[in-house]
């Protein structure tokens, strides 16, 4: 079965870079979900959007931004790289209302140098 | 959002059933609960889910106490690709995140 694609996997960048995340939900999925983890922590939740539009906010630092695009797919833009912001960002999508589970992505490891 | 209380670890022997309790006493009516697993760091990975009936799928049962407080996921026969962390999740219907907690790092042993 199809799964959460995320692209990329690894992502090595500098200090006050810029950086775009990609995510492309399960087919027929609606809602796309943000989280990050950073080493050792649990996933923490950062945005979300059903049918293209903003639907949850939670911890997601200003200097990121998020959407959804026609196709579902979402893109998480991140600016004024940190070194904390190092860390696992995960993508989830689930479809047909808030009690659907959501189904993650393998992730893309964000190293910050 | 309800707060889920979860035993940061507990070993199985292999083959064995493994039991994951999950306390969620604050829980409303139309709160469904959700297990996952995360192994080392790829995505979490869905189980199972249910509101007040027990619920068993391929990968495992989850048990819920009829006064929704308690829930206890069950893997049969565990083997050594079921060790991670397994997250008890309560999301609430007003909101669309997951709020994870520190979960159980459960360990199966040969």
């Known amino acids: 079965a199809a799964g959460v694609i995320q692209s990329p996997r690894h992502l090595i960048k500098e200090k006050r870079e810029t950086a775009t995340l990609k995510c492309y939900p399960i087919p027929r999925h609606d809602t796309v979900y943000w989280y990050q983890q950073g080493p050792g922590q649990d996933p923490q939740f950062l945005i979300s959007f059903y049918e293209k539009m903003q639907s949850d906010k939670g911890s997601i630092p200003d200097r990121f931004s998020a959407q959804q695009f026609s196709d579902y797919h979402s893109e998480l833009n991140m600016s004024s790289l940190e070194l904390g912001d190092s860390a696992l960002y995960f993508c989830?999508?689930?479809?047909?209302?808030?009690?659907?589970?959501?189904?993650f992505g393998d992730g893309t490891r964000l190293s910050i140098l | 959002d309800a707060k889920t209380t979860q035993p940061p670890s507990m070993d199985c022997a292999e083959g064995r059933a493994a039991n994951l309790p999950c306390n969620h006493s604050t829980i409303s009516g139309n709160e469904y609960v959700y297990w996952y697993r995360q192994i080392h760091s790829q995505g979490p990975q869905y189980i199972i889910h249910?509101?007040?009936n027990n619920e068993t799928n391929e990968m495992a049962s989850l048990i819920i106490t009829e006064d929704r407080k308690s829930s206890t996921l069950i893997l049969p026969h565990a083997t050594l690709r079921d060790t991670a962390v397994y997250y008890c999740i309560v999301r609430t219907q007003s909101s669309y995140k997951y709020i994870f907690g520190t979960g159980t790092r459960l360990k199966v042993l040969a």
């Open positions: 249910g509101l007040k």
């Open positions: 989830a999508s689930s479809w047909g209302g808030q009690n659907q589970p959501q189904h």
